[in-house]
């Protein structure tokens, strides 16, 4: 719900009428009365309400960027144009190309790069558009990450994004970019970037062109609200054997090798093709699902420590702030 009212924000900010865009996208019910705040919203009614918000801006990026503007269809040629590539770099370099031609800028100058750091083994992905004020580039940074979103399905992995940085201040609400990012996040810098494991770039692409037109369909659920869950990727099966409850000790490495039928060295092989170990993936679930419980009332800090296999509040706050930035108070 909390999403659906800020399409419908945003159309309101854009002076566009939100009655023609709610009977356009066939919803059964005003998103914004008070008396709906727990009704329900459907992947397909998020999709098709984002979609007419477009339409009625004539812009995909929904007015995020003032001074550039993407014509409605340019996301889907894009895509069409990293569909059929041998790897997720060439995809993205692609992307890169395709994106800084197809804009319509109004004197805006466009800073699109996908750089490696080949000894650290990490990829960042930068944008920037030079005329942006600084107060929209936390918005832009999201958009980063909706496109990492849509990498990770063009390979079917779950791609971790370790650290980002945002050309713009630290937003006065931070829900949009704590949504997107559970990792550092830091501000005022030159450019807008996502950093993620380089081995990425080197998988191949497993979906064509009869997945895109399918994945488009709801596409704006799914790279905005919830990632398509990956059905090949080894990280999202070792996470779904982990669950959520971590207040028992979590399998050790030789026993994750039995529960996943496979051998010790075919699981390293398959975490490093995929830019993670086994102790990130369990890193990583603790702290989603602490992040999860500290934004819901009702528990202490300790309790959610606990909850996530601390026995020792103080080694949480430590581990938390590793993970995020922030302490857990903080991030509270």
Known sequence: MAFTRALLAQARAYNRDLDAILRAARFPFDPLRQDVQTVFVSREQYSRLCVELIRALGDESGGVMPDVQ?????????????????????????????????????????????????????????????????????SVLCNLAMWVRFSGWLIDQHIDVTSACCAGPQPEFMAGIRHFFHCP???????????FSARHLESELVRDEEDLSEFLKLAP??????????????????????????????????????????????????????GTSYQRIKDNARRDVAISMLSRDGLTVSEVAEQVGFSDPSAFHRSFKKWTGQSPGSYR
């Open 185 to 195: 996040v830091e501000y005022g810098h030159a450019v807008n970037s996502v950093t």
């Open 70 to 138: 993407t014509p409605v269809g340019t996301t889907r040629l894009i895509a069409l144009s990293m569909i059929n590539s041998s790897t997720l770099s060439a995809a993205l370099h692609r992307g890169i190309e395709f994106n800084q031609v197809c804009r319509v800028r109004r004197g805006a100058q466009i800073v699109n790069q996908l750089v490696v750091d080949e000894e650290r083994k990490e990829a960042t992905l930068t944008y920037l558009c030079g005329d942006d004020v600084p107060e929209v580039q936390h």
């Open 221 to 274: 659920y799914y790279v905005v609200i919830q990632p398509q869950a990956s059905t090949l990727s080894i990280t999202h099966r070792i996470r779904r054997i982990l669950g959520d409850d971590f207040r028992c000790e979590m399998p050790s490495f030789e026993e994750l090798t039995t529960l996943l039928n496979m051998s010790a060295r075919t699981l390293r092989r398959r975490l490093e093709k995929e």
